[in-house]
Each structure stands twice: as structure tokens, then as C-alpha cells.
């Protein structure tokens, strides 16, 4: 099959996505599913995008594009937002519902687990009402075989009236008899009759007074009898996009107002009021996914979770939950920074060593010496150090990071901070979101749509920050490492390390919940909403996997991303440092001035300078710290670890300027790709500068007390 390679960012807020066709062979099919059933990684294997997947609710907040070619046809598949329904009680189920109504796919492939069949054929049912052009593909049938659980997939598809196809999508089990049918659904050589289904007989009645109706209005364009029971149901969000769908409104339509009141009454006469109606429709549902689940699936051990249960037992319980939590984040840390030190001395010795040949050929062809200094001293050293120093901790700390999402245990995670965040008054999908921003603050903030109440999405949005995200951790396990656990020596030197980067990592958890609480209590004041939080089954890694993805997903995002800024600000301060007015650089005023500020902080002016500068990505941070002191004199090679904290040692640092640049790196704006989101989110200036301002703030507060107060019990 050949497939082509296409990546398009969809808003879920966006329910007027149109996808333009460029041939008549062009097919667009949509992917639907429940969070965490595989739908993603049907989409990658499908298309051959890289998508990243993750084995947790919530993770894809934003919809995909990917195209792939099949039997003479160009497939278009859009990769929806995981949702449990399509009654739009959150910006995720809008858009799914809306593209299925009005982005009229050929197709629309319907995710389930084979695992829990029952609860994934609510969503099946709900696509049923509005198209018949649907195919259920069951997925992880690897893990139903390793819990003997048998599904008739013959039964299943003749009880739902469309075809069902079993899949394993991480080994690419099913997928061509997927296409197969995909392809043929589309192009209308295989006929489909859904199942019908129908509710209490008033609710059937009040439909058939408005169905003819609609019928007349809507002209064949979307499903009337579906769009029947949803004006029932007083939809607003529905009838705000079908207006835009069909160029009016259709309550504008005298007949249909008076038809629809007539219907509302009939229903309130007869016991059924608007609160009551979509219970009743939601019962009926479940009801039905009941039936047909006993009629096709049969459990071999009825007892098949009870391995996950007994782990669960342990890894989210009151007592276990939170040591095993912190145990589990110090041991990558602990793994991290022990296993970084080697390859980066060798890494440092190799780019270092090119530095030497550079400088002899430049000076062999007779180049100025601003030349030199641009090129050589300014942009390729602040490279070399950025890769010698960043590359070895990402490529694996990554690993060790994706290793624990794609067991399940993320999830975990957010289950044992849920009670936490409800005390901050703040939402307990925040935890969710928080798990985000591990690996990109700009992603914990889009992934902050999953969160309902607008207060409590903005309390996320702005309190995202206080974990670090891909480009600080290096900052942080570099100066744990090279300052922080310098200062113990021996065999303590990598405990040390990792206690303080576990310390600093608690610390941001603890400064989020704090935040969150305040903002809850001050500006944003109201009570925390309730949600239901699925825990997914554990699932064998797959490390092949896991190794591709978090070296070429993140560790080389990551790492082009911050040699892509740190580049030019070289350049700025190579420059910075040797443009000189009276004999003073203009890097030097510029210390100068924040340097009183600075010292209150228990830092200096040119860290709070390389901060501002920073401002492009967390990643050049200690560069422009390392850059402006080596132009200030100290022009030191850096061949091992050592070298660096002796220059940061002979520029004044000590163990209390490490905690201080640590907490406040914990702890300042976000980056400028975070703050680009932030605004892009919220419509607001004025939240994109609380974004900015109060992360901020906390840092300043935070560095202020800590510095004064060790000063005051002299310890240093």
C-alpha cells in the first residue's frame, strides 16, 4: 500500500473544519473513539504519521490530518479527539459530534476496546443515530486473548447493522481488512442498515411531531429524526452549528417553534421534563450496549482484572500511592543523572575538540577576529554545549519517562494528586493536564480544553507552568549534577543530585496546588466541579517502540528546537559582550543594572539576564549564563562537567545561587511558545500576562525568601 506522509493541526474548537477535496478519488474518514482505546495508533500504523500516543485519558486534545493511498483512492482520515459520547458536554465531544454531522466523512471508523466492549458501544450507538457509513473496528483483541475474553464479531456486526473488523494496531494485526473495508464502505459497494433504536414510546411520539418538519427544512442534508431528538433535548451548542451548517436558523422557522412547543408539552404532560429527557435517552442507550455486549462477548475468567486490581491495590491507595510515586520519579532522576555523565564528557571532549580545528582553520585562512568570535567563540560553542550538556539526560530521561505512560501508570498519577487538586479547589483533570506539562507546557495547556469549567481551565492554563516541561528538566538535572551534587563528591554526589531535582520537582507540584488554591479563592473564585477519571489496564511495553519515539518525538524535537534558538543567541551575546561603550560591554550595563535585583535573589545580573534572554525557549538558559560569563573573561574550553562548575564556582556561585537559579527556573514565565498558546486558548491578553506575571511573581517571592533566609541563619 502506498502511503503519504501529511500533518495537519486541527482546533477542536474549530467546528467549521472543512477539508478540501483535489480529486473525486479523494475519501475523508473520520476516527472516532473512547481515550485510550488505540485510536491513535490505528491512525499512525494507518497513515504512517508519528503521532505521538499515549496510554492515558485526555491525550489527544487536538484533532490530526493524515492521508494514505489505497485501491486508486486518496483516504483523508482525521484523527477526533477521544470522547466518551457525542452529547457535547465538553469542547472534545463538540467537535468529534460536529465533524461527524457536518464535515461530511464517506466513513466514520468507530474505536472500541475489546477489553470493555459494553461501555465503548455507548459512543457506537451515539454515531449510529447520525450516519449508517460506519465501521467499529475493535481494537486490542491482544490483550482480550490475554484476559480469554471471546467477542462473536459476526453477532456484533449483524446487532449493529454495519461491519465489524477485529484489530491489534500495535502490531498492525486487522489493518488491511480494516482499509479493505473502510475502502468499500466509502465508495458504497457494501449497503449498511444500522440498527434502529428507539426509546420510551412518548419520547417517540414528541419526535414524530417535529421529524416531517425537519424533514422539509433540512432537505436530506444531516439525520432529521437525529436532529428531532436533539432540539428536544435543548441542544444550543447543536443549533448555534447547524445554523452555520445550513445558512439559518432553523427555530426561525415559525411552524417548527410552535411544533417544537407542542412537542415539549406533550412530553411535560406526560411526566418527562427537559432535566428528565436526556437521562431517559442516556438509559436507553446504556441499556441496549448491555444487551448486546451479553449477546457477543463471554468471559473465560470472570476474574480477568484482577492482576490490575491487586496493582491498583498498592499504587493508588492512601498509604503506597504518593511514596511510590515520589520513589518512582527520584529512581529516573537518580538513572538520569548517573547515566548522563559519561556521554556527555565524551560529547564535550569530541564538539570541543572540533572547536580547536575550527579556530586553527580560521586562522590558517587569515579570518578577523570578529569573525572568529561570531561564528566560533559565539554560535558553535554555545551549540556544543548545548548538546553535550542536554543531549545525554533527554535520551534518557525520555525513555524512561514514555516507558512509564505507555504502562499505564501515568494515569496512576493523576488518580493520587485528584483528592489534592479538589482541596485547591481546582478541577481534578488539572492533574491530568499537569502530567502534560512534563513534556511541553505548551502541550499541558492545550490539553487543558479536557477541563469543562472555564474557571477552572484558565486556573490549569496558568498555574501549567510550575512543572517543568522537556526544555527545563535539562537545565535542572545539569545544575543538580554538575553544582548541587558537585558539592557532596564521592558516592553521594548522584544521591545528592537526585534528592534535589526530586525536591524541586515536589516543590513545583506543591507551588501548582498552592497557586491553584489562591486563584480559586481570589479572582477566580468558585467550587471545584466533579469528574470521573478512568483508570486504563497496564499493557506491555513495547520498547522498540518507546526508544524510536522519545528519541525522534521528543529528545530531537527538543534538542533541534533549542539548537535552533540557541544558535542566534550566541550571536546576540557574543555580540552583546563585545560591543563596548567606554571600555564597559553592553552585556556588562545590562548585568550591571539587574545585578543589585539580582543579588536579593540570591543570584546575580547576568542569570537574570540569560532568563530574559531565554524568553525564545527554557533550553538556552545556562548557555547565555555560560556564554556571558566566559566573554567577561573567563574564556574557559569545556571538556568535562567539572570545567562548568568551575566557572560558575570562580563567578560567585554557590550551592545557594544552584537552589535559587533552580527554584526560579522552576518558577518565571513561560516560554515563548507557551505564551503564543496561552493567548491562542484563552482570546485574552489580559490571561496571557496573568500566565506570564504570576509565575513570575512566585519565582521572585520564592528566591527572596529562600536567599534571605539562609543569609540571615548564615549558612553561606
Known amino acids: 500500500m502506498g502511503l503519504t506522509n501529511q500533518s495537519t493541526g486541527i482546533s477542536i474548537l474549530d467546528s467549521e473544519l472543512r477539508i478540501e477535496l483535489t480529486t473525486a478519488n479523494d475519501r475523508i474518514i473520520a476516527l472516532a473513539g473512547n481515550p485510550n482505546v488505540g485510536k491513535s495508533t490505528v491512525f499512525n500504523n494507518l497513515t504512517g504519521l508519528n503521532q505521538h500516543t499515549g496510554n492515558w485519558p485526555g491525550k489527544t486534545v487536538t484533532s490530526a490530518q493524515g492521508k494514505y493511498r489505497y485501491k486508486g483512492n486518496n483516504f483523508i482520515l482525521i484523527d477526533l479527539p477521544g470522547t466518551y459520547s457525542l452529547m457535547a458536554n465538553s469542547a472534545e465531544e463538540e467537535v468529534a459530534r460536529n465533524f461527524v454531522c457536518f464535515g461530511k466523512p464517506h466513513a466514520t471508523i468507530v ?64 489493518l488491511k481488512e480494516l482499509m479493505d473495508t473502510v475502502h ?37 442534508k444531516i439525520n432529521n429524526r437525529w436532529v428531532a431528538l436533539k432540539l428536544l433535548d435543548g441542544d444550543t451548542a447543536l443549533l448555534e452549528s447547524l445554523e452555520k451548517y445550513l445558512g439559518f436558523n432553523l427555530m426561525d422557522n415559525t411552524d417548527l417553534h410552535e411544533l417544537l412547543d407542542k412537542a415539549k ?31 457477543v462477548v463471554s468471559f473465560e475468567n470472570k476474574h480477568y482484572n484482577s492482576m490490575d486490581r491487586k496493582i491498583d491495590s498498592i499504587l493508588t491507595s492512601k498509604l503506597f500511592g504518593i511514596p511510590i510515586m515520589v520513589a518512582l520519579l527520584a529512581l529516573v532522576f537518580w538513572i538520569t543523572i548517573e547515566g548522563a555523565n559519561i556521554p556527555s564528557s565524551l560529547i564535550a571532549n569530541l564538539l570541543f575538540g572540533i572547536e580547536t580545528k575550527l579556530t586553527e582553520l580560521f586562522m590558517a585562512l587569515g579570518s578577523p577576529e570578529w569573525l572568529h568570535g561570531i561564528l566560533v567563540l559565539g554560535i558553535y560553542r554555545t551549540l556544543a554545549w548545548v548538546v553535550s ?32 487538586f479538589k482541596k485547591a479547589c481546582a478541577h481534578g483533570k488539572q492533574a491530568l493536564t ?55 563528591g564521592g558516592t553521594f554526589k548522584s544521591l545528592t543530585s537526585t534528592l534535589a531535582l526530586t525536591g524541586i520537582v515536589l516543590f513545583g507540584i506543591l ?73 564597559i560591554s553592553l552585556l556588562t550595563y545590562a548585568a550591571n543594572f539587574l545585578d543589585p535585583f539580582g543579588r536579593l535573589l540570591g543570584m546575580d545580573g547576568y542569570i537574570l539576564m540569560a532568563f530574559i534572554l531565554g524568553l525564545p525557549a527554557n533550553e538556552i538558559v545556562i548557555p547565555i549564563i555560560l556564554m ?71 519565582g521572585i517571592i520564592i528566591c527572596f525568601i529562600v536567599a534571605n533566609t539562609v543569609r540571615l541563619l548564615g549558612l553561606v
Open 111 to 174: 474505536v472500541v476496546d475489546a477489553t470493555c466492549l459494553e461501555r465503548n458501544l455507548n459512543l457506537v450507538l451515539q454515531t449510529l443515530e447520525i450516519t449508517n457509513n460506519v465501521v467499529v473496528c475493535v481494537n486490542l483483541i491482544d490483550e482480550a486473548e490475554r484476559k480469554k475474553i471471546h467477542i462473536d464479531y459476526t453477532e456484533l456486526s449483524k446487532r449493529l447493522g454495519v461491519l465489524v473488523v477485529p484489530t491489534n494496531a500495535r502490531s498492525n494485526k486487522g
Open 511 to 583: 507551588m501548582t496546588l498552592l497557586v491553584s488554591f489562591i486563584l480559586s479563592k481570589t479572582i477566580l473564585k468558585g467550587i471545584p466541579s466533579s469528574f470521573t477519571l478512568e483508570l486504563p489496564p497496564y499493557r506491555k511495553p513495547q520498547v522498540g517502540k518507546i526508544i524510536v519515539r522519545s528519541v525522534f518525538d521528543r529528545t530531537l524535537f527538543v534538542l533541534g528546537r533549542a539548537v535552533a534558538i540557541a544558535a542566534p543567541a550566541g550571536l546576540v551575546i557574543w555580540l552583546m559582550a563585545n560591543i563596548t561603550i567606554s571600555d
Open 389 to 420: 550538556v542536554m543531549l545525554p539526560p533527554m535520551a534518557i530521561f525520555f525513555p524512561l519517562f514514555t516507558l512509564l505512560e505507555d504502562l499505564g501508570y501515568l494515569p496512576r498519577v493523576a488518580f493520587n494528586l485528584d483528592n489534592f
Open 184 to 220: 468499500d464502505v466509502a465508495n458504497k459497494q457494501i449497503a449498511t442498515k444500522s440498527i434502529d433504536i428507539t426509546y420510551d414510546d412518548v419520547i417517540e411520539q414528541a419526535i414524530k411531531i417535529i421529524q416531517p418538519k425537519i424533514w422539509k427544512l433540512v432537505d436530506g
Open 434 to 488: 499537569m502530567c502534560m506539562g512534563f513534556g511541553c507546557n505548551a502541550a499541558g495547556v492545550i490539553g487543558c480544553r479536557i477541563i469543562d469549567s472555564p474557571r477552572e481551565r484558565l486556573i490549569a492554563t496558568i498555574t501549567n507552568v510550575f512543572v517543568p516541561c522537556n526544555g527545563r528538566f535539562p537545565t535542572l538535572i545539569a545544575i543538580s549534577a554538575i553544582f548541587i551534587g558537585g558539592t557532596a
Open 265 to 295: 408539552t406533550f412530553l411535560a404532560d406526560n411526566g418527562i421534563y427537559p432535566e428528565q429527557l436526556r437521562d431517559k435517552i442516556v438509559s436507553r442507550l446504556i441499556s441496549i450496549a448491555e444487551d448486546i455486549s451479553k449477546s
Open 628 to 698: 556571558s560569563y566566559m566573554a567577561s573573561g573567563t574564556m574557559i574550553e569545556i571538556e568535562e562537567l567539572e570545567d562548568l562548575r568551575q566557572i560558575l564556582v570562580s563567578n560567585g556561585w554557590t550551592w545557594l545561587t544552584g537552589i535559587c537559579v533552580m527554584l526560579f527556573s522552576l518558577m518565571h514565565f513561560p516560554c515563548g511558545t507557551t505564551l503564543w498558546t496561552i493567548r491562542k486558548e484563552t482570546q485574552s491578553i489580559k490571561w496571557t500576562f496573568a500566565s506570564f506575571a504570576i509565575p513570575t511573581a512566585a
